[in-house]
């Protein structure tokens, strides 16, 4: 034994390879993770280990402590119910991304190697995912989206990946082979039995108190999170009145698509005078100090990756690797011949402030600088999602808690554009709802998504795989409204100023809200 971060981050590396890539780990870039016989009891027992490990460590800093016992005890409930090596769609995430991964800026220069090996890792790897799952029931949307995105990896490992700049001819062998895997895989899964994706009550309330140090039952939650659904929608109805009596909300947010660059080649220059315009109007106004260090680039998404960008979870920012940053971030423009889709209210609350400028771009570079080991790393994005999730809180509830706080730098936003951001929280409430009723039982997917369509106002497009999404990651949805909620409930105790109160916040990295609480109370920060 070393320490118990190094111990745990071994242990989750030897597990999650994928994950070291994406976090900038060296020594995993050429595997995919362990399928064989009798993975997921070994797993356990390593678990059982740590926490044995982690019960006696009093070196830590007290922030890894917490998470690493946190994330242990819910991954070991989880494997013991329904381990993620027995869903489809975690299987084509890993095999995915376990070379897209090394395709990204982030991974320049470009290692070959662990490319060619990674390729030819996929037909043995989804080999044993599919031995491993057997006749196992399977909730049906997993199997739905692992299909989806089988055939999305076919199609890039038979033509674009040849489109890549680090295109070696000798790839085109062992691509086609993986190609024909990843086809074989989504065939042979046409007969998996259904299964209820809930996670049930018990469960659910080991994710809300150990990962979120939140005490609250889920019913509680969801009172509360349909108290600020109902008056989200007055405030949507008497904030459009306010505006214009004869037209609705939802036609004044629709509206806002209309003010858009008018040439595609508009569009990159508005998205970095966006940015700009955040952090210069954010730092006036004395809300938060913006990263003015660590780069961000606006690029156009190549043609590489252009197919697989809509059935992959393929993000436009995603942070690079923590244990090697660099000096700056790629963010992708999405091309498309729809210049609504670059309306300049999405361009500026979702792009330049949540993602960008002031949200998740100026939080990761603070975290790099985070005392706590893991809350340096904790928010890396992973082939499925965050890589702790019981940093989301803090993550998800800043990128949201900002959008709204740039209302306080006058004349940002324009009021159509503050409807707009208040449909936003009205959504994140809704999908508390959504999350919290399905996995309690309350609610079945078919009345998920009708919800969603019919008094949420999402677009019909996304509500399926929405729906899907909050089936696979239990509260991880919830925790935009709830790392809101509480952020706010941080700032009304506070004892300093705004700029002050922000600047803390982002100081400790990304580490559960809880956490960040504990530390103010302590410091005597708090009223």
């Not at 376990?98 to 996929?122: D, F, H, M, N």
């Not at 196992?136 to 990946?161: K, T």
């Not at 009145?241 to 629709?254: E, K, L, M, S």
Request: charged share 25%; net charge negative.
């Amino acid at each position: 034994m070393t320490g118990l971060v190094d111990d745990y981050l071994a242990h989750r590396f030897k597990w999650r390879p994928v994950d070291a890539t994406f976090m900038g780990a060296e020594g995993h870039d050429d595997r995919l993770p362990p399928l064989g016989e009798g993975c997921i009891e070994a797993e356990l027992g390593e678990i059982r280990i740590l926490l044995d490990w982690a019960a006696k460590d009093t070196e830590s800093h007290a922030h890894d402590w917490e998470m690493i016992q946190s994330e242990l005890l819910v991954e070991q409930a989880r494997l013991h119910t329904f381990p993620r090596q027995k869903n489809p769609a975690w299987a084509t995430g890993e095999a995915g991304f376990g070379v897209i991964s090394l395709l990204l800026p982030q991974s320049e220069p470009w290692r070959l190697g662990a490319i060619t090996a990674r390729i030819a890792a996929i037909p043995a790897f989804l080999k044993d995912a599919r031995a491993l799952i057997g006749d196992s029931p399977i909730p049906a949307g997993w199997v739905e989206r692992a299909v989806s995105e089988a055939e999305a990896l076919a199609m890039f490992l038979r033509e674009d990946i040849a489109l890549h700049e680090a295109w070696q001819d000798a790839w085109a062998g062992p691509a086609l082979a993986a190609a024909d895997a990843f086809e074989g895989f989504a065939a042979s899964l046409s007969d998996v039995p259904d299964a209820d994706p809930a996670c049930g009550t018990e469960h659910l309330q080991l994710i809300l108190t150990e990962l979120h140090g939140i005490g609250q039952t889920p019913d509680r939650t969801i009172e509360e999170a349909r108290a600020a659904f109902d008056r989200c929608t007055r405030e949507l109805e008497e904030m459009a009145r306010a505006i214009d009596p004869n037209t609705g909300w939802q036609h004044q947010v629709a509206a806002l698509s209309a003010i858009r660059p008018t040439r595609a080649d508009e569009v990159a220059a508005s998205y970095r005078h966006w940015d700009a315009a955040a952090r210069d109007a954010a730092e006036k106004a004395e809300l938060v100090t913006p990263d003015r260090d660590y780069g961000l680039t606006y690029r156009t998404l190549p043609p590489c990756f252009r197919r697989i960008a809509g059935p992959l979870y393929f993000l436009f920012y995603r942070s690079p690797p923590a244990l090697n940053p660099g000096k700056g971030s790629t963010y992708w423009i999405m091309p498309g011949a729809d210049l609504g889709a670059h309306s300049t209210a999405m361009v500026k609350a979702i792009h330049a402030v949540h993602h960008g400028s002031v949200g998740h771009h100026t939080q990761n570079a603070r975290a790099r600088a985070a005392d706590s080991q893991l809350g340096r790393i904790a928010a890396t994005d992973c082939a499925m999602g965050l890589a702790f999730q019981g940093a989301l809180t803090l993550v998800e509830g800043w990128a949201c808690h900002v959008e709204d706080l740039m209302m306080e730098a006058e004349g940002f936003y324009t009021p159509a554009e503050k409807l707009l951001l208040k449909s936003f929280e009205r959504r994140n409430a809704a999908s508390v709802l959504v999350d919290f009723g399905l996995h309690t039982g309350a609610w079945s997917l078919a009345e998920c998504e009708r919800f969603y369509a019919e008094e949420a106002g999402f677009a019909p497009a996304r509500v399926h795989g929405e729906v899907i999404r909050n089936s696979m990651f239990p509260a991880s949805r919830a925790t935009y409204w709830l790392g809101v909620e509480g952020i706010r409930a941080l700032r009304r105790r506070w004892k300093g100023d705004t700029r002050s109160f922000h600047d803390r916040l982002l100081s400790f990295g990304h580490v559960p809200l809880a956490l960040i609480e504990d530390e103010m109370v302590a410091a005597g920060e708090l009223e």
